[in-house]
């Protein structure tokens, strides 16, 4: 069958592809009919701009064109093989799926959707994985005072999972003023713009002096580690959740050594690592906080945009941060 699908093939360009597949899925694969698919702002404006690490290195085949984006969808099973008996025709469910109108995986790896959770929601368990990596590298404490730099999708996100876990404050650190909003609405308890206040003072006075027990640096920008890295206090922890960019300069001695302080990484392949079943596990638990609306996604919708007009996502994520936040594509509209 003949289906659609998004591709860069070169930088700061993307277009729609036709391609083929199967008319009938093999016996543990099911075809689903995409509806939604969720913009990863990071990994996919990195593909984009061609920023991503490993563009220049020849022998790491992830990073180079074409590519097709997208990695968190909503859809509906359209047939099943043999084998997948876990689901039927019709279901809603989520998977991992390209920006594509049709996509056929593994029936192991699709999450059939469970009753309650509103169909926009459902992409948000694919980038709330990513963020939940903080939380399972990091390992919070009740009552650790925590701060996340950047409020992207997933930063927002593993905000509201470290409060969710018992730290208390949880500070929110962002210089677009509009995702700071965002985050207050869906509960950070404070929200800091580095272009207005400072935040070596403003951290200071929220720890009592002693820094942040954990600090998770959600942007992707290497010269974030820096200032992040200065935030956290003693014994603390400094998670690198967004993946990033380039390299970084440190002040290794003063910052980490002389503190004790570890610095994490957590790509979100640790999580399969720690627990094969980890990813599984993780999302149905989203599930359930989507379900009940503890994990606010809602405001973070800022755009429905069709396939088609992907360029127009892609270009306001990069040059409208004040406007674009969480872009949900029309998989249906080619």
């Not at 930088?11 to 008319?23: A, I, N, Q, R, T």
């Not at 999972?161 to 509009?178: F, S, T």
């Not at 009592?208 to 200065?230: H, M, Q, W, Y």
């Not at 640790?270 to 405001?299: A, H, M, Q, R, W």
Request: one cysteine or more.
């Amino acid at each position: 069958m003949e289906a659609k699908r998004l591709i860069f093939p070169e930088k700061m360009k993307v277009e729609v592809e036709e391609f083929e597949l199967p008319d009938v899925p093999g016996e543990d694969e099911v075809l689903i009919e995409n509806i939604y698919g969720l913009i990863s702002a990071g990994t996919e404006l990195a593909f984009y701009t061609q920023s991503h690490i490993g563009f220049s290195v020849p022998d790491f085949g992830y990073a180079k064109y074409p590519a097709h984006p997208g990695y968190t969808a909503v859809g509906h099973v359209a047939k099943v093989g043999k084998k997948a008996s876990l689901l039927t025709a019709g279901d809603l469910v989520h998977s991992s799926s390209q920006h594509s109108s049709f996509a056929v995986c593994k029936a192991h790896a699709v999450l059939k959707v469970p009753e309650g959770v509103p169909i926009e929601r459902v992409p948000f368990v694919g980038m709330g994985n990513i963020a939940m990596t903080a939380l399972r590298m990091g390992k919070p404490q009740m009552g650790e005072t925590a701060a996340v730099f950047g409020m992207g999708i997933v930063g927002n996100l593993a905000a509201q999972l470290l409060k969710r876990a018992g730290a208390y404050p949880v500070v929110a650190i962002d210089v677009v003023q509009p995702r700071l909003e965002v985050a207050r609405v869906c509960g950070v308890d404070i929200c800091l713009n580095p272009s207005g206040v400072d935040i070596k003072e403003e951290a200071k006075k929220i720890t009592e002096g002693r820094g942040f027990d954990i600090v998770v640096e959600a942007t992707g920008n290497p010269e974030v580690a820096s200032p992040a890295l200065k935030l956290v206090g003693q014994l603390g922890r400094l998670i690198l959740l967004g993946s990033p960019r380039g390299k970084a300069e440190l002040d290794i001695y003063f910052d980490i050594h002389r503190k004790g302080v570890s610095v994490i990484g957590a790509h979100t392949r640790l999580i399969s690592i720690l627990d094969p079943e980890g990813p599984t596990k993780n999302k149905k638990l989203l599930f359930k906080f989507l379900s009940d609306g503890s994990l606010k996604v809602d405001n973070l919708i800022t755009h429905k945009i069709p396939a088609r007009d992907a360029a127009i996502a892609y270009e306001g994520l990069i040059n409208k941060k004040e406007e674009y936040l969480g872009v949900l594509l029309d998989l249906k509209e080619w």
